[in-house]
């Protein structure tokens, strides 16, 4: 069975940081890309960073600078580093994973994607 499961998000205060991970099981995750996304309550859905299966990593404008993106093959997991975080953060965050070849991650919409995880929810504070 296919599953993706984030953790590590929760409230934190204007500049902070917070460490989000996305276990993965039930597929191949060396050979899978991987992204982040904001999903918010009216369905949108907006890529924040994502890194492929040679490494290459992808930050939205808004994130760069500030976020870090980094895999772990062996524990099939990859980290959503959050650093300065701003108020402008706050979303529920999930992890969403890309099998195929011919695309790279960040120019697939949503709809595209192979299989998401349930999300946690960052909240940030003023």
């Known amino acids: 069975e296919v599953q993706l499961v984030e953790s590590g998000g929760g409230s934190a205060q204007t500049g902070g940081s917070l460490r989000l991970s996305c276990t993965a099981s039930g597929f191949a995750f060396d050979d899978s890309a991987t992204g982040w996304y904001r999903r918010g309550p009216g369905n949108e859905c907006d890529l924040v960073s994502s890194?492929?299966?040679?490494?290459?990593?992808y930050y939205s404008d808004s994130v760069k600078g500030r976020f870090n993106i980094s895999r772990d093959n062996v524990k099939n997991i990859v980290y959503l580093q959050m650093n300065r975080l701003k108020p402008d953060d706050t979303a529920m965050y999930h992890c969403?994973?890309?099998?195929?070849?011919?695309?790279?991650?960040?120019?697939?919409?949503?709809?595209?994607?192979?299989?998401w995880g349930q999300g946690t929810q960052v909240t940030v504070s003023s």
């Open positions: 890194i492929s299966r040679d490494g290459s990593t």
């Open positions: 969403a994973v890309y099998w195929g070849h011919l695309s790279a991650i960040q120019d697939l919409s949503c709809n595209s994607l192979d299989a």
